[in-house]
């Protein structure tokens, strides 16, 4: 079972408001992530983090931002919501060492009208 | 740049029949390679890495892969199809070259198992 929460899980917005994407997890995991999922399913890495006050972002250019107050805590928030940023975010997260994988929520499923 | 590819958009396959699932890879140095599952609506789902060691790989549900370091290939497979096989099954590289040593996916393959 997943301990990694994203909420809402399904989001219908309308144009130029501000949004933040939850993502929780309980695992103690410093290294955090957040993918953007477009309709034809790849994934692009937007942002990502090594740990609390440690931010990045990934390949892909992406107008949202995210903070890492606490090490459970890696919010997305988007200030001024467009049609353009209708997706699936995934969130995931790590532990130390390269050798391990990610584990994933269930994502958010974001629409903006 | 690290990189895999993903080259079959579907692979359709009688329920009961074996399964393979192709991946090829680019990188500098050895690999370090993932397969995850994604259910509709749903996040990705670990199913087997490889790091180092048995070039045979087994993981979840009874999948297993197999490292081909001479073709850079780290194709998934299943001896017996499930319909409940039927998903979007993505292959994943770790990238050393870019800070925050992320995964880079590949572009997804939806398995379509019929009964």
């Known amino acids: 079972e997943a301990d990694i929460y994203q909420t809402p899980r399904y989001l219908v917005i309308g144009t130029g408001k501000k949004i933040t994407l939850e993502c929780s997890q309980t695992m103690g995991h410093d290294k955090m992530y957040w993918y953007q999922q477009d309709p034809g399913m790849e994934l692009h890495l937007i942002h990502y983090s090594y740990g609390v006050n440690s931010t990045e972002k990934g390949d892909l250019s992406s107008e949202s931002t995210v903070s890492r107050i606490r090490t459970e805590h890696f919010p997305l928030t988007l200030e001024s919501a467009r049609p353009s940023h209708t997706s699936q975010y995934l969130c995931?997260?790590?532990?130390?060492?390269?050798?391990?994988?990610?584990?994933f929520g269930s994502g958010t499923r974001l629409t903006v009208v | 740049a690290q990189s895999v590819a993903q080259p079959e958009d579907q692979v359709n396959v009688a329920e009961g029949n074996p399964l393979t699932v192709k991946c090829t890879y680019s990188v500098s140095g050895n690999p370090y390679l993932f397969w995850y599952v994604q259910y509709p609506n749903r996040g990705l789902q670990f199913l087997l890495k490889y790091i180092t060691g048995d070039n045979l790989v087994k993981g979840s549900y009874g999948f297993e892969a197999e490292f081909n370091k001479s073709q850079t290939s780290f194709h998934l497979k299943k001896p017996s199809a499930l319909v409940s096989d039927s998903a979007l099954y993505f292959c994943?590289?770790?990238?050393?070259?870019?800070?925050?040593?992320?995964?880079?996916f590949g572009k997804g393959t939806t398995l379509s198992v019929s009964s």
């Open positions: 994943a590289v770790r990238d050393f070259h870019q800070a925050g040593t992320a995964l880079i």
């Open positions: 995931a997260s790590s532990e130390p060492g390269e050798n391990y994988g990610y584990t």
